[in-house]
């Protein structure tokens, strides 16, 4: 129970974490509302309201890696789901199977 507690406190906390770096990144495009990281699923979820859109839109990575090299901690994204199939094929196109390095505050949480 108490290593559920703490995984519930570290999930929460890269969630804040995550949501402030990517608003600070991608101001430009909208805002994220709310994000979720479950790390014993590898599953990370953002709802944000982008810049032109009427409804909030859900995006999923249903699936990362860790990698570490050092002192560095690095994500690698492999599935994608969202709330809008052009956003999920977007995602998937860009993103899946790459490789990014994670910032301080987020790998001195894991």
Same mark, same amino acid.
Do not use: H
């Given at each position: 129970?108490?290593?559920?507690?703490?995984? /519930?406190v570290?999930?929460?906390?890269?969630?804040? &974490?995550l949501?402030?770096y990517?608003? @600070?990144?991608l101001?430009?495009y909208?805002?994220?509302? @709310?994000? +979720?990281?479950?790390?014993?699923?590898?599953?990370?979820?953002?709802?944000a309201?982008?810049?032109g859109?009427? @409804?909030?839109?859900?995006?999923?990575?249903?699936?990362?890696?860790?990698?570490?090299?050092?002192? @560095?901690?690095y994500?690698?994204?492999?599935?994608?789901? +969202?709330?809008?199939?052009?956003?999920?094929?977007?995602?998937?196109?860009?993103?899946? /199977?790459?490789?990014?390095?994670?910032? /301080? &505050?987020? +790998? &001195?949480?894991?």
């Amino acid at each position: 129970m108490l290593k559920t507690l703490a995984r /519930g406190v570290k999930d929460g906390a890269m969630a804040m &974490a995550l949501k402030a770096y990517v608003n @600070d990144r991608l101001s430009a495009y909208g805002e994220v509302t @709310d994000c +979720s990281v479950d790390t014993e699923a590898s599953r990370l979820t953002v709802k944000a309201m982008l810049k032109g859109e009427r @409804d909030s839109v859900t995006a999923t990575i249903e699936r990362y890696e860790m990698e570490r090299e050092g002192e @560095d901690c690095y994500i690698v994204l492999k599935q994608f789901s +969202s709330s809008r199939a052009w956003l999920t094929l977007l995602l998937t196109k860009l993103f899946a /199977g790459k490789r990014y390095k994670l910032p /301080g &505050a987020v +790998s &001195a949480l894991l």
